[in-house]
């Protein structure tokens, strides 16, 4: 009788296996690669067994702990705060456009954002912070663009799942906002944060283009910068391995303390939550307040770029017909990998949710986990490495494509897992026995049942990892293709060609074509549907 | 006739805050029979292991050991999807997207390519359960009694010689429960189905049954005649349970 | 069925492999050219090359195209023998003894015969086809008194502010390294550090430096004496200038070389040959935006006779910086990492 949900587990332990293959097959591959080189193979446990004199290391190691930590506080200390005051504050009519946009810094490429912030706090911006924004200013400023929304959009949820009775009772013991607080929101935050948290900080420690180009120089070195200067430059597969394992391991032990730490309730509440209104004493003005400065800083930097964009050859770079041709290309790519994502988190999430169902939490959060992980190995890593393993076999150029499309489907994994997890979990809750009782399974349950329920959640997911692979230039500027550009890779071309205002203009488009290709993936997948007879 | 036979079950030992919660983390051993054309109330605490009965019954849960004898045949050891056997569930027993009609049909054909014949069944079962012109409505234009009430149209179609109602009443007010007692009654005697109905209140159980398990700690305590069991019992558990003592 | 989800991903794979595998010119031979991004993107000189080069040779000539020199170089290292290059385009003379330790290349066994250069052509493995000088950028409407030697500019506190790019990562920031060191000598330390409190932001490449100074992030950027040929024949502005330094500026020659193990070596030879031609020079100034190698002085643009003249040359000998790349580079990281 177990025969369905043994292949399940199956199936998930096989995509388990294959990360654990994408994770460790090119750390090999590249700490094998420095004895091919004729190097000594000795280097890496030298740089292993100086590592704690090594001033360098430590800085570096340091530094990403600091940035990361401190635009994680950041980012989850002001998100709370707006959170609150969006939920406190009711219905207005602009919140739910206002929260749709708060969604968009995570579709947008960094270098698109980089851009923007420095349009608006660059020497000559909007609110110009001189020299000030290169450093840990710059960062945290970016991080803080990109991941305030994002918490906002995370936390938000915790205050709408308390229940409308709970906030009666609050008010007719004439609570204080203080003990309202203690009594019911930090009681059901406390169960959200550790993985917000966790989310949040691993963006922040593998942030790659913000600390290049925010950073300012050699001071504010990251690992995961580290780990790109010693493949790029020095050429030292060692070190880069050396370091990929710390990076790995910092993540990994973070990710145990916050399972540690999560609660996840076995089924979820099905009380009603629908538009609850917060009694409160706060005041309005200052609530409003709050939540106007929030989207202000959020949608600032993408206004000046569009702003600036305007003021460009907008006809010239419109009607070249590379533009669209890369967009087709990156609109490929993203879907392909976005295709790829959901399926490898479709299958640990159904694994991961029929162990939960029978109370084996271990493996569970083991399946969960495994596709969380492989978001800290850079993608540069696993590209060097697969490429030093693939080019002894095969023709590594004709399969550049695929390659890129796997490893940006492997980065999405996080996201698709965060976004479908809790609705997959709650759907198996409700519908795993009715459909073993009538005998649903495979293609038909999934069609007829799964795909319908589920749609809303799989089109979000489908949607961010889509546009979150248009906008990627790491992986696709490593296997160096040439026929076909890729967006970003069209606008790299612009900058290093002198042509500033058509990159800009290019950068914009590029960030138009991210959000467009969300906004329909989510609709279009996400819509409601009859169910069809034969 | 179903026979239980020292069906033995335990859950796993888990470390989860929700599992310690509730107390059926004992070893539980069930024995009891139903007959043909018979529905067998299952009453006890809550706790007492009455849905893991049922879960046991379907294939949800698996049981260690003892057996499931259908007319003498052993169907422990079957898959879900083999076991002659429809649930009814308190609630979310229909999806949500499809209509009435569709969520019928399903539970005959998941790729939904149904015969002539089929569709007259469809129609026949929800002219039975009184829901024919109801048939192009989705579930969240029912009523609770409506939507048990498809549920148990869809148990009819499915033809399956068990039929296991774990609280299907327990959303319900009243006047819809002796309706849908009703219903399911003359749907057992018609059809000649075994069921097992799982509920809170002893009286639906006297009204439903003739015959009444009263389970307690994983283990049928007594199986008694419903009326003899509820209104006068005998055992320090069950007026314990009834608020007597 | 249950496979269906994996299924799908690796059949739209397999046709995006498909179709970049199926060449339409299979009869032909195929050069391969590993080059960097910006020589081969629509406004680099790659596209005009291939057709004028396919003209005459029967063969296609394929691009790739990475970042940059410096990836150019691990590129070669990470494939080794197995590399599917004839040609590599775009190494610079900070690279090359790097680059020949590799036993890639073979020796090209040609001579130039109207070198541009300022100094004689020797290395046996690589022919220069531009060259360039390193050169601080300014706005002459923003900029009135531009620091006049490389010495002003490091020790005078109230020197405009500036942008480099990180040595570890480009050519130009490793550039502005030997051309401290080779005016400083043993106390590069020293101006670095004194250097240290007008740099902006040290960018991982030149394009986003010069694109920051575009966006008046600073008053100069590290870039070439040539800059600003393109603002004045692409853009028609003159306003930009780069500023002469007393010392000399340091030079930087791009090189191609021939891959060993090339079954086309032929068509390699061939195509060094069209590199020094006139047909390839020409196009450089306004393409790729530096000196050609191989080109007389009256052939070029007529903006590019407004440019500083760069002279004295600096250049290290590349065993030198082989040899040192790896202590001055570090050296630099602990000074300004401080």
């Known amino acids: 009788m177990l025969n369905l949900a043994n292949r399940k587990t199956a199936t998930g332990l096989f995509v388990v296996v294959l990360l654990a293959f994408f994770i460790s097959a090119p750390l090999l591959s590249l700490f094998f690669a420095s004895n091919l080189l004729g190097r000594q193979f000795t280097q890496a446990q030298a740089v292993t067994l100086s590592f704690w004199n090594n001033p360098y290391l430590q800085r570096v190691i340091v530094f990403s702990l600091l940035q990361a930590g401190l635009s994680t506080l950041l980012s989850v200390s002001l998100g709370l705060i707006v959170a609150r005051a969006f939920a406190r504050f009711g219905k207005f009519p602009l919140r739910h456009i206002i929260l749709s946009l708060f969604g968009l810094p ?74 309202q607080w203690k009594h019911l929101e930090w009681p059901a935050l406390r169960e959200a944060l550790p993985g917000v948290v966790l989310l949040i900080f691993m963006l922040c420690l593998t942030s790659f283009a913000v600390v290049l180009s925010l950073g300012g120089g050699p001071k504010s070195t990251t690992l995961e910068v580290a780990i790109y200067q010693s493949l790029r430059f020095d050429f030292d597969p060692s070190l880069a391995v050396v370091l ?179 609705a997959i979990r709650q759907h198996t809750m409700r519908y795993q026995r009715l459909c073993a009782g009538l005998d649903l399974h495979g293609w038909q349950r999934f069609k007829q049942i799964d795909f319908p329920l589920l749609r809303k959640p799989i089109g979000l997911s489908m949607a961010l990892v889509t546009s979150m692979a248009m906008g990627d230039l790491g992986v696709i500027a490593l296997f160096g293709t040439p026929e076909t550009a890729t967006l970003p890779l069209l606008l790299y071309q612009r900058l290093s060609a002198y042509q500033i205002p058509q990159a800009t203009i290019t950068a914009v488009f590029l960030l138009m074509s991210c ?4 906004w329909l993936l989510e609709h279009f997948i996400g819509k409601q549907q009859k169910a069809q007879y034969a | 006739m179903l026979k239980i036979e020292q069906l033995k079950f335990s859950y796993p030992v888990t470390t989860s805050k929700a599992k310690k919660n509730t107390s059926n983390t004992h ?125 148990i ?54 009204l439903a049954s003739e015959r009444c398990a009263f389970i307690n700690e994983g283990k049928v305590l007594i199986i008694d005649e419903t009326k003899q069991l509820l209104q006068h019992p005998q055992q320090a558990e069950i007026k314990a349970y009834l608020g007597l003592s | ?91 610079d003379t900070n690279l090359t003894a790097e680059a020949e330790a590799t036993g890639l290349f073979a020796p090209h066994e040609m001579t130039i015969k109207k070198s541009s250069l300022p100094n ?43 942008l480099i790019q990180d040595p570890r990562t480009s050519t130009p920031g490793l550039g502005l390294l030997l051309w401290v060191k080779k005016v400083y000598g043993d106390k590069a330390n020293e101006a670095w550090a004194k250097l240290a409190p007008r740099i902006v932001t040290v960018s991982k490449g030149w394009s986003e430096a010069y694109g920051l100074f575009l966006k008046g992030e600073a008053p100069m950027v590290l870039s070439y004496t040539t800059s600003p040929a393109y603002h004045i024949i692409s853009e028609k502005k003159d306003n930009y200038a780069a500023a002469k330094f007393s010392e000399g500026h340091y030079q930087q020659i791009e090189v191609a070389g021939l891959i060993k193990s090339s079954k086309q070596a032929e068509l390699g030879k061939e195509f060094l040959t069209f590199m020094l031609s006139e047909d390839f020079q020409s196009l450089i100034p306004t393409t790729n935006w530096m000196y050609p190698a191989s080109l007389s002085k009256d ?27 790896k202590a001055w580079v570090k050296e630099w990281l602990n000074t300004l990492a401080k």
């Open chain 1, 244 to 422: 990929s394992l710390l990076q790995l391991g910092i993540s990994l032990l973070l990710a145990l303390l916050a399972t540690k730490l999560t609660y996840k309730p076995d089924v979820e509440a099905t009380l009603n939550t629908f538009n609850t209104q917060i009694p409160h004493s706060s005041s309005k003005l200052f609530l409003g307040l709050l939540i106007a400065v929030a989207s202000v800083f959020v949608l600032s930097p993408l206004l000046a770029m569009i702003i600036e964009a305007f003021q460009g050859p907008i006809n010239e770079v419109l009607t070249d017909s590379k533009l669209w041709q890369a967009a087709a290309f990156s609109l490929m790519i993203g879907l392909c990998a976005g295709l790829i994502s959901v399926s490898l988190a479709w299958s640990l999430l159904s694994a991961s949710t029929q162990h939960a169902y029978w109370g084996n939490k271990k493996l569970a959060s083991l399946f969960e986990l495994s596709g969380s992980i492989i978001y800290v190995v850079p993608p540069l890593v696993i590209g060097t490495g697969l490429f030093i393993l693939l080019s002894q076999t095969i023709n590594v150029f004709e399969w550049a494509i695929p390659l890129v499309i796997i490893i940006n489907g492997l980065m999405g994994l996080p996201f698709v897992i965060r976004t479908l997890g809790p």
């Open chain 2, 27 to 151: 070893p539980m051993c069930f024995d009891l029979t139903v007959n043909a054309g018979e529905i067998l109330s299952i009453v006890g605490p809550s706790g007492s292991g009455k849905s893991t009965l049922l879960n046991l019954i379907a294939g949800f849960d698996k049981a260690k050991s003892g057996e499931i004898l259908l007319h003498g045949q052993d169907i422990n050891h079957y898959d879900i999807s083999k076991r002659p056997v429809t649930t009814v569930f308190q609630e979310h027993n229909l999806f949500p997207h499809l209509d009435v009609f569709t969520n019928i049909a399903i539970g005959i054909q998941p790729s939904l390519k149904l015969s002539y014949d089929e569709k007259l069944e469809i129609n026949l079962a929800l002219e039975q359960v009184g829901l024919f012109e109801y048939s192009s409505r989705k579930p969240a234009e029912l009523s609770g009694g409506q939507r048990q009430r498809v549920a």
């Open chain 3, 1 to 91: 069925m249950r496979y269906t989800p994996f299924i799908l991903p690796v059949l739209f794979s397999l046709f995006f492999q498909t179709a970049s595998a199926v060449d339409p010119n299979q009869s032909k031979p195929i050069l391969t050219v590993y080059t960097y991004n910006s020589f081969t993107s629509d406004w680099g000189p790659g596209p005009k090359i291939k057709e004028a080069f396919e003209k005459n040779c029967g063969c296609t000539l394929k691009y790739v195209s990475l970042e940059d020199g410096v990836s150019l170089l691990s590129r070669l290292k990470l494939e080794g023998k197995n590399t599917k290059a004839d040609i590599v385009l775009g190494l």
């Open chain 1, 106 to 179: 995570l579709v947008v490429p960094a270098i698109v954002a980089v851009l923007g912030i420095i349009s608006v706090y660059g020497s000559h911006g909007w609110l110009p912070l001189g020299s000030k924004l290169y450093g840990l200013t710059g960062i945290l400023l970016a991080h803080l663009f990109f991941n305030l929304p994002l918490a906002i959009r995370l936390l938000l949820p915790v205050w709408q799942s308390i229940p409308q009775q709970h906030w009666r009772i609050s008010s007719q013991l004439s609570m204080t906002t203080r003990q």
């Open chain 2, 153 to 206: 149209a869809r148990a009819l179609v499915r033809k399956h010689e068990v039929l296991l109602l774990d609280e299907p009443l327990a959303a319900l007010g009243p006047a819809m429960r002796e309706e849908i007692i009703e219903l399911l009654k003359q749907i057992v005697i018609n059809e000649n189905i075994m069921a097992l109905l799982v509920s809170h209140q002893p009286s639906d159980a006297i």
């Open chain 3, 299 to 325: 052939k070029l643009p007529d903006a590019y006779k407004s440019l500083v003249d760069p002279s004295p040359a600096l250049l290290f000998d590349e065993t030198e910086v082989a040899k040192n790349r």
């Open chain 1, 515 to 518: 959000l467009v290709t969300f």
């Open chain 3, 120 to 162: 004689e052509w020797k290395n046996p493995s690589f022919l220069p086809y531009d060259f360039g000088y390193f050169a601080f950028v300014y706005d002459k409407t923003k900029l009135k008194k531009p620091p006049t030697s490389l010495k002003e500019l490091v020790e005078d506190k109230d020197a405009p502010k500036i």
